[in-house]
């Protein structure tokens, strides 16, 4: 059975940075694109960063030049450095991503998302 389990949130003040980190397990072949979602309260759920199997990646305006999204391919684990946090950057924190694996003898491919991680910055 596949799982993503987020690891690395918690409480931090304001301009301090914390490092997620994302653990992909199970009968996994390969991982193609990865991303990192937030969601604050009262608020939608939104893309922060993605990373393609190659490496190439994608921010949204609000964390450039702050976040680093980062993966290791033979661990299959995925990162978020998270430099200069700031009040409005809590939220809980979402790993995605896309899969290549076996379910007994079949080969799937499907979109898995871990439990999250609470990210408080305070002021």
């Known amino acids: 059975q596949v799982q993503l389990v987020e690891s690395g949130g918690g409480l931090i003040q304001a301009g301090g940075s914390l490092r997620l980190s994302c653990a992909a397990s199970?009968?996994?072949?390969?991982?193609?694109?990865m991303r990192w979602y937030r969601q604050a309260p009262r608020k939608q759920r939104e893309l922060v960063a993605a990373?393609?199997?190659?490496?190439?990646?994608n921010y949204a305006d609000s964390v450039k030049g702050r976040f680093t999204i980062s993966r290791d391919n033979a661990k299959n684990t995925l990162y978020l450095q998270m430099n200069s946090l700031k009040p409005e950057d809590t939220a809980v924190y979402y790993c995605?991503?896309?899969?290549?694996?076996?379910?007994?003898?079949?080969?799937?491919?499907?979109?898995?998302w871990g439990q999250g991680t609470q990210v408080t910055v305070s002021s």
């Open positions: 995605n991503a896309d899969l290549n694996f076996f379910e007994s003898t079949l080969f799937k491919t499907n979109d898995f």
């Open positions: 990373i393609t199997s190659g490496g190439s990646t």
């Open positions: 199970g009968s996994i072949v390969s991982i193609n694109e």
